[in-house]
Structures are given as C-alpha cells and as structure tokens.
C-alpha cells in the first residue's frame, strides 16, 4: 500500500477549509487480477459458450481528515482499468463518534446493498459470472445517489449491534451531477439491522422500499427485502440467506443463498447454492427456479492469491437450458 501525501492538496483545499482539517492522509491501494475463463451454455448464443483470457486492474484512491470537532472525513474512489476507465464506486463519509456516521453513496456503498448476499465463499458469490441469473438484488435501488446513516456499533451481553438508514431522492437512478438533479423525483428508502453474537452467530434483516407515487412510472411501488443466518465456529463458516424482491407489483422474485467454507491455513475451500424463482404476479407469469452450484477454493501467498471457481446453472434465464463456468483466477494486491 502506498501513501501519497500531498498530491490532490489543492483540489481538497477548498472543500476541506470549511470545516478546518487538522491532518489530511492520501492513500492509493490497489489489486491485479488475470483469469482464464471457459463456458458451455448449449442451448445459447454462441457468444455463451467458449473460452477468455481477462485481466483487469482495480484502483483505489483514499483521502481522510480529522475536523477541529473530531469528526473524521473520508473520501474514496474505486478505478477500474477493464477495458476502459471507470468509476466503480465512490463515497464520501463524515464519522461524528457517539452520533454516527453519514455516508453518501454517489456510486455504490450503501450498507443496504453491501448485506445482499453474505454467505461465506472462497472467490466469490455463487451467481458470479452466471448473470443474468443474479438474486443479490438487495439494496439495488437504493444503492447509488444515496444517503446513510449508520448507528455507532452498540455492545450489549456479547452481542453487537448495527443498524442503518438509507434515503435516495432518485431511487434506482445514479446520482446527479454536483448542482443538478436526477430525472426522477420518486424516492426510496432502505433499513438494516445485523446482530453479532461473540459466540460465532451472526444475524441481519433488511427491507426497502419505493414510493408509490400517483402518476409515476419506473419502479414505483417497488419492495425488497432480505434476511440471513451465519455461523462461524474454529475453521467452518456456514450461511443461509432469503431475499424477496416485487418490482412496481408486476415482477416477483424469490432467491435463498447457502454455502459452507473452510479455511486451513491460507487455504480456503467452499461450496454455494443458490435458486432463484420467479413467480407469477400480475402480468408476470411464473418461470423454472434457476438452481446455481459452486465450488471455489482459493490459496494465498503472500500478497498472491490463487483461485478457482467452477460453477453451473439449470434452467438459465426461467427456462430450460444450462450453463457451466470455469474460472482460473490470479490476483495480487499492492
């Protein structure tokens, strides 16, 4: 990890000198990551089925700040180098001790969207790479020009716990541009609460939910929420994980996640389950449960990590058809 003090100075300057930061810390971090990946989808397009080489870079610019009150100010941005250049995420976070901390989500972040799957795994969720079959739908439509509000961690007989709110004034919109507004005045909001047990046992809950505003198109009236189980004990981790989701009450779905893992070492192995149901509901008709499986393992060396996924799906997309995928991975962090 390297620091880099005082490149980017003036550009915080001016920000920063409204609220007088005693210390500000710049900090680049970063990751390269090369797979080769094999498909066989029979009853797909061609484009389904094959082989790849891939690698991708991924950036990660950092900027903290203490303020005279002794809140903290945190800025972050995530770069990667696929193909082009892009903004995968960026946040900017104001810590203010006993009473919290505000997050703005301007790409990504919120604590909704980072709970929609947390089974435990090897490399990587079981629907990797297997889109668009992808039940994380969780916080997704409050996960980008939002709001958090994160409760400081409170300690209670060997449990702790967390909770959030999220408010997005343009729900399933990425954030405006500074001084604009998104194109929709429709918003959402989202709730999370996780309970830690000293003991291994972890538990979360979250609901969102959409405005359903007279004269509104989009996802108005749109639901979600998820529920999940975890448990740690000596090198085992196991998870069970439910989530619903209803689409401006015409599209339902329904997706459970389980997985165990095992660690040894540097040596993680895990196997995941994932189905995803689409029910009839309104002018939605039911399809066939989409069933995911996936093995992973993954060997770390150092700042090395060496992984393996190989995962499949029945009935792609609702319907009858499968998808099996090899992932070789090689990562290093730096």
């Known amino acids: 990890m390297n620091k880099l003090t005082k490149i980017g100075a003036s550009a915080l300057a001016g920000s920063l000198a409204m609220?007088?930061?005693?210390?500000?810390?710049?900090?680049?971090?970063?990751?390269?990551?090369?797979?080769?990946?094999?498909?066989?989808?029979p009853s797909q397009v061609q484009a389904k089925n094959g082989k790849g080489f891939g690698f991708a870079t991924d950036l990660g610019f950092t900027a903290n700040g203490e303020l005279d009150n002794g809140y903290t100010v945190k800025a972050f941005m995530s770069v990667d180098t696929n193909a082009a250049l892009a903004n995968t995420s960026s946040q900017l976070t104001l810590g203010m001790g006993s009473l919290g901390t505000l997050q703005l989500n301007n790409i990504g972040g919120s604590k909704a969207n980072g709970i929609d799957d947390v089974t435990p795994n090897a490399y990587n969720e079981t629907w990797d790479g297997?889109?668009?079959?992808?039940?994380?739908?969780?916080?997704?439509?409050?996960?980008?020009g939002s709001l958090d509000y994160r409760i400081p961690a409170q300690e209670?007989?060997?449990?702790t716990?967390?909770?959030?709110?999220?408010?997005?004034?343009?729900?399933?919109?990425?954030?405006a541009k500074k001084g604009g507004?998104?194109?929709?005045?429709?918003s959402g909001t989202a709730y999370t609460v996780q309970?830690?047990?000293?003991?291994g046992v972890e538990v979360g809950f979250g609901v969102e939910s959409v405005d359903d505003e007279q004269g509104k198109v989009g996802t108005k009236g749109s639901?979600?929420?998820t529920a999940y189980i975890k448990y740690a004990f000596g090198a085992v981790s196991v998870g069970y994980q439910e989530a619903v989701s209803t689409i401006a009450k015409t599209a339902k779905k329904d997706a459970t996640f389980a997985s165990i893992a095992y660690t040894m070492g540097d040596l993680t192995v895990s196997y995941g389950e994932s189905d995803i149901k689409t029910n009839a509901h309104g002018a939605t008709a039911s399809l066939l449960t989409i069933d995911q499986t996936s093995i992973q393992a993954a060997y770390t060396m150092g700042a090395m990590t060496l992984s393996a996924a190989m995962s499949e799906t029945?009935?792609?997309?609702?319907?009858?058809?499968?998808?099996?995928?090899?992932?070789l991975a090689v990562s290093f962090a730096f």
């Open 223 to 225: 639901e979600q929420s």
């Open 156 to 159: 209670y007989m060997g449990n």
């Open 181 to 186: 507004v998104a194109n929709t005045s429709i």
């Open 314 to 327: 029945d009935n792609v997309a609702g319907a009858t058809g499968k998808h099996d995928q090899t992932t």
């Open 19 to 41: 609220v007088s930061a005693h210390s500000t810390e710049y900090v680049m971090s970063g990751g390269m990551t090369a797979t080769f990946t094999t498909q066989d989808a």
């Open 195 to 199: 309970v830690a047990n000293e003991n």
């Open 130 to 144: 297997l889109n668009p079959d992808n039940g994380s739908f969780f916080g997704s439509l409050t996960s980008s």
């Open 161 to 175: 716990v967390n909770a959030s709110v999220t408010f997005d004034p343009n729900a399933n919109i990425g954030a």
